[in-house]
């Protein structure tokens, strides 16, 4: 079993690189057209600039799994807000995914907690759409929209889940099919389980990201059983070229169980690397500790130490 281990958007180790620097749309409205348009530009350069740093990072220190930060681009998708974040950095782009390709990493976005499918109000739906698009459009400009994911979460439950899920199925009928073909949906610490998560990703053939942190904070009686659930969910990789993938962080205390903590405790994931090992299933880590990078390298170190675990490269584990 081969374990490959990667982080979220900014290398913490680079000085001055994070690739999610923005502007609000309350000092956008305070400049000139002219000078509008120049600071999105710069910003959007800087953060395509430092992604491209910490990808030269990740190839050093041979971690093959990244996920792009979802503000590459600010104001991209607001309403009030139109402007061409594509043509003006195709270079940039280019290189993006040329050095993804050249070295073989895999890649992808996770938007925020507001591109959901389950609302009963048609302009969030509607939102949801153009901001996956936005998401599938800088994959389109660097070349990787045929093989990064964009990640979800099912979404609200609005006092009727049951009902929320009917809507959720209605609603991704609006989604473009290309885009729906790169789409993942991952449990919730809160809401939907792993159980309903599957049962959604199995009925819109979607595979699922499973989070081992949420399902440890919001799991149902019947569905404790670890090793079946994994079962399901490699099942819903199975039409897709891609090891099936998981979210890896652990609790920051008792009392804030659903938060993340700096690194991820090797003892909180045990459980889950053991069931792992035992069905022989390779899969990717993304890790989502707050030292991202830093704690990426920990935990392989970590993970090394296990009995029968072996570091073949600088974020990759054969168990």
């Known amino acids: 079993m081969i374990i490959r281990f990667g982080y979220v958007a900014m290398a913490t180790s680079l000085y001055d690189a994070s ?21 999105l530009k710069e910003i959007t350069r800087a953060n395509l600039e430092h992604t491209i740093r910490a990808l030269h990072y990740n190839i050093a220190h041979e971690i093959h799994l990244y996920r792009f930060s979802s503000s ?12 061409d974040y594509l043509t003006p950095f195709q270079k940039e782009y280019e290189k993006i995914g040329e050095l ?3 070295h073989q990493m895999r ?4 938007p925020n907690q507001f591109t959901l499918f389950t609302s009963e109000k048609e302009h969030v739906t509607t939102n949801t759409v153009k901001d996956m698009e936005y998401h599938y459009s800088l994959l389109e400009a660097m070349g990787l929209e045929k093989e990064s994911h964009i990640n979800l979460h099912v979404g609200g439950a609005y ?3 049951p009902s929320a899920m009917e809507r959720f199925h209605a609603n991704l009928k609006q989604l473009p099919i290309p885009i729906k073909k790169q789409m993942t949906l991952e ?18 053939s979607i595979p699922m ?49 659903r938060s993340h903590a700096d690194f991820v405790d090797i003892e909180f994931i045990k459980p889950l690397i053991k069931v792992l090992k035992s069905h022989q299933v390779d899969v990717d880590f993304m890790i989502e500790a707050k030292k991202k990078d830093k704690a990426v390298l920990q935990l392989v170190e970590d993970v090394a130490k296990i009995r029968g675990a072996k570091r073949i490269d600088g974020a990759t584990i054969k168990i």
């Not at 400049?31 to 509008?36: F, S, T, Y």
């Not at 590459?72 to 402007?83: I, M, R, S």
């Open 187 to 204: 449990n919730d610490d809160k809401t939907y389980t792993t159980t309903e998560t599957l049962s959604i990703c199995e009925k819109e």
């Open 107 to 110: 890649t992808s976005f996770h």
């Open 159 to 161: 006092g009727d889940k």
């Open 72 to 83: 590459l681009v600010p104001l991209a998708t607001h309403e009030e807000v139109e402007w």
């Open 100 to 102: 993804v390709k050249e």
């Open 209 to 257: 990201m499973f989070d081992y942190h949420h399902y440890m904070a919001n799991h149902e009686e019947e569905e404790k059983k670890l090793e079946d659930l994994l079962l399901r969910f490699y099942q819903t990789w199975s039409n897709n070229p891609f090891p099936p993938k998981i979210h890896a962080s652990s609790p920051r205390s008792e009392k804030a169980y």
């Open 19 to 39: 690739p999610s620097k923005t502007m609000t749309f309350s000092r956008y409205k305070q400049l000139g057209k002219k000078e509008r348009i120049k600071q």
